[in-house]
């Protein structure tokens, strides 16, 4: 009788290890994603602030999105992310979709900040492979 229980437990063991594994794995997916998105966000607000075509507030809202700061100091807010993943358009990169767009109440101008093609990587391989996220983009109203 004693040695059934461990003949159970040797057979529940590997199906909650895979459980523990894959749930910890999809958390850090999502957290990463969400470390992104917020970044983003924070970037597209900064550069809102700005005139369009101000090419060095580009570049700081693009270390902003990878780094956290504006002077690309630091690790990366995630593993492999830099600021070549960061694209930037306002209404003089992309006239065509951020420049006097017609509103109900007028004209305004866009900025977007997207990041494209993180890579992320697993810890666990055989539970969740490495994955790249679609592009995550924020788009806010900027200045004329």
Known sequence: MRGVAAVEFALLLPPLLLMLFGTTEFGRAIYTYNTLDK?????????SQH???DTTAQAEARCLA?????TCSGSPLAPGLTTANV??????????????QPTGLGVISL????VTGYA??????FVMPDITFKDISVTMMGQL
């Open 87 to 100: 694209t930037v358009c306002d209404a003089l990169s992309c006239p065509a979709t951020h420049a006097a």
């Open 111 to 114: 900025v977007s900040v997207t």
């Open 66 to 70: 990878a780094y956290g700061n504006t």
């Open 51 to 53: 005139g369009p075509g």
């Open 39 to 47: 970044a983003a966000r924070d970037a597209v607000r900064y550069l």
């Open 120 to 125: 992320y990587s697993s810890m666990v391989q």
